[in-house]
């Protein structure tokens, strides 16, 4: 089964607001976790990633906090936009044979809807 | 640099029938992988590889093969297509360091029929 998840199905936030997405894995080895965007009818695109010996990784707008502890991964968008609107999905990445990319897993994702 | 493109954009097929989706990058990246994406559902793993003449099997292979002969073009064949393999799929590429994840492309929407 997946071992990646997400906590909710949906999130609506208002435009300027902070949003937060979460998602819960099971399995210990993962080494790596990536957070991507897909608007409808595109592929998945890159928001950020974290290795599992960062805790922390902050980009533009966003911020992806790691608790290996109870293995929780959370998206934090800074001043919600409409455009930020669409599905987010975790994906963890099992690493083998020492590379850093293995087997990429999703959760079922989240969808944002933000509200002018 | 185009990135990761798949062909064809959209395909009906009807059961029994066979298939092989296109995927091809140019960025000279060693992982490539296909993912299918049904509705409500995150992407399933299908078959990956990690480099030329090297491919294996990921979450969901049944039904699906492989090659992957140069390192730019990854397709995927549908030997006897089925209605469950109606989905969307995805074709992904990556830097074997992993860096900004991996690219997509724009995906095949599939039905069979």
């Known amino acids: 089964g997946e071992s990646v998840g997400l906590h909710l199905p949906t999130l609506s936030v208002q435009e300027g607001d902070n949003s937060i997405i979460n998602c819960a894995y099971s399995?210990?080895?993962?080494?790596?976790f990536i957070w991507y965007k897909q608007e409808s009818g595109k592929g998945p695109q890159f928001i950020i990633d974290?290795?599992?010996?960062?805790d922390k990784r902050q980009g533009q707008r966003v911020t992806v906090l790691l608790n290996k502890t109870v293995k929780h991964l959370s998206l934090q968008i800074a001043a919600t936009q409409p455009g930020d609107s669409a599905v987010y999905f975790c994906?963890?990445?099992?690493?083998?044979?020492?590379?850093?990319?293995?087997?990429?897993?999703f959760g079922r994702g989240t969808q944002l809807t933000v509200w002018p | 640099n185009a990135g990761v493109t798949q062909t064809p954009k959209f395909q009906v097929l009807k059961t029994g029938q066979s298939m092989t989706l296109q995927c091809a990058q140019d960025?000279?990246?060693?992982?490539m992988s296909w993912y299918r994406q049904d509705p409500g559902m995150g992407l399933r793993l299908i078959h990956y590889?990690?480099?030329?003449?090297?491919?294996d099997q990921g979450e969901v292979p049944n039904g699906y093969n492989v090659s992957r002969s140069t390192t730019e073009d990854f397709p995927l064949r549908l030997l006897s297509a089925a209605p469950s393999q109606t989905s969307v799929y995805f074709c992904?590429?990556?830097?074997?360091?992993?860096?900004?994840?991996?690219?997509f492309g724009s995906g095949t929407r599939l039905t069979v029929v």
């Open positions: 992904a590429s990556s830097l074997t360091t992993g860096a900004k994840g991996y690219t």
């Open positions: 399995n210990s080895a993962s080494d790596y």
């Open positions: 994906a963890e990445n099992i690493g083998e044979g020492g590379s850093t990319l293995g087997r990429l897993y």
């Open positions: 960025m000279n990246h060693e992982y």
């Open positions: 974290i290795r599992s010996n960062m």
């Open positions: 590889s990690v480099g030329a003449g090297i491919t």
